[in-house]
């Protein structure tokens, strides 16, 4: 009787530790993805706390019908520039 409740207990464990190790993988490679994106959106603007343009190309970025990608080109632009300029 007591061999049998310790191989169910056993392989309780063995469950318990198998789903663990699944969801710790899993885990870790949401984190690998997010900072994947995170450093390619630093490397391409600096300003990375602002909503991803993604799914949002036909109303842009405020939502006002219009696509606002030129006018975002040209702030950067400009602060590119401004940033210059300190360090010249």
């Known amino acids: 009787m007591g061999d049998m409740k310790r191989a169910i207990a056993r392989k309780i464990q063995d469950r318990q530790d198998y789903e663990a190790k699944v969801r710790d993988r899993l885990t870790s490679t949401l984190v690998i993805a997010a900072s994947i994106i995170a450093a390619l959106r630093l490397a391409k603007d600096e300003q990375i706390g602002r909503p991803s343009p993604c799914g949002k190309h036909s ?3 405020r939502g006002t019908g219009t696509n606002d990608f030129g006018s ?3 702030m950067i632009r400009r602060e590119y520039e401004q940033r ?3 360090y010249v």
């Open 59 to 61: 109303r842009g970025w």
């Open 72 to 74: 975002n080109r040209q």
């Open 84 to 86: 210059k300029r300190q």
